[in-house]
């Protein structure tokens, strides 16, 4: 469903008026999308930081976050439901008394929150269809930056005076 907005009608002021809006929108996404990459970037270290890889030789019976050596009686450690990956009991948080996730999990599932990505994930297997589109505002200031003769400049403040 494309939908094809045309502000021709509307006086050079309120175009105007409505581009600056759509410039602050999309300043506001940039911020946003800069948030999220360092969020992103959080969890890759954190992932980083102590995870079992193929590259290098573990004991079997190692924390696969910390890297602590596990006993076979006391602090054995236990599989996350997450990643399948046998933790201590430090490298866990626990969500109630009966359920807990890794650490990594656990900044995994917060990230999702944090930036949204679960809401994207939930539309996805309603409307399998439909993926992450430009918006209607994006397209509209695409096309009055190439057509129109309203230049789009970010306000700035007032000048500074003693």
């Given at each position: 469903?494309?939908v094809?907005?045309?502000l021709?009608?509307l006086?050079e ?7 600056e809006?759509l410039?602050?929108?999309?300043m506001?996404r940039?911020?946003?999308e800069?948030r ?10 954190l992932r980083?930081?102590?995870a079992?890889?193929?590259?290098h030789?573990?004991?079997e019976r190692s924390?696969?976050r910390?890297q602590?050596?596990l006993?076979?009686v006391?602090?054995?450690?236990a ?8 933790v201590c ?5 626990c969500?109630n008394?009966?359920v ?6 656990y900044a995994?599932g917060t990230?999702k929150v944090?930036t949204?990505?679960?809401?994207f994930?939930e539309?996805?297997?309603?409307f399998?269809g439909?993926g992450?589109?430009?918006t ?5 200031l695409?096309s009055?930056?190439?057509l129109?003769k309203?230049s ?5 403040p007032?000048?500074?005076t003693?």
């Open positions: 469903m494309t094809e907005l045309n021709n009608f006086k002021l309120e175009q105007e008026t409505v581009l809006v410039y602050r929108d999309q506001l940039k911020a946003d800069e999220i990459r360092k969020l992103r970037t959080q969890l890759q270290q980083w930081k102590g079992k890889n193929a590259s030789e573990y004991q924390c696969a910390c602590k050596s006993g076979l006391m602090n054995r450690g599989v996350c439901d997450g990643c399948s990956h046998r009991s430090e490298c866990r948080v969500l008394p009966y807990w996730k890794c650490t990594i999990c995994h990230m944090k949204g990505e679960w809401f994930e539309r996805a297997k309603k399998p439909e992450r589109r430009e209607i505002g994006a397209k509209l695409k009055y930056q190439k129109s309203i789009v400049v970010p306000p700035t007032p000048p500074f003693e």
